[in-house]
């Protein structure tokens, strides 16, 4: 596979809100299901959209680490 010296898709999401990557992820799927696109743009829209979801995915773990966390805290300091 031919390497590009463009930045990875998940390097260019990494300051991205949640609600803003949902939101290009809805669009790309949109334009997956209902654009009649080449194949390389097809790909480039599929790699994009994992790149997204993985985002995404990163974002739920850090706030369920975080909510843990306080809950935890909470915890530990109502035994006290």
């Given at each position: 596979?031919?390497?590009?010296?463009?930045?990875?898709?998940?390097?260019?999401?990494?300051?991205?809100?949640?609600?803003?990557?949902?939101?290009?992820?809805?669009?790309?799927?949109?334009?997956?299901?209902h654009t009649e696109v080449?194949?390389?743009?097809?790909?480039?829209?599929?790699?994009?959209?994992?790149?997204?979801?993985?985002?995404?995915?990163?974002?739920?773990?850090?706030?369920?680490?975080?909510?843990?966390?306080?809950?935890s805290d909470k915890v530990?300091?109502?035994h006290n």
């Open positions: 596979m031919p390497t590009s010296n463009n930045p990875s898709p998940q390097k260019e999401h990494i300051n991205l809100k949640f609600e803003d990557a949902i939101n290009q992820l809805d669009e790309i799927v949109s334009k997956m299901e080449d194949l390389d743009s097809m790909i480039k829209n599929y790699q994009s959209g994992i790149s997204l979801l993985k985002h995404c995915q990163k974002k739920i773990e850090e706030a369920e680490f975080k909510l843990n966390e306080v809950s530990d300091s109502d």
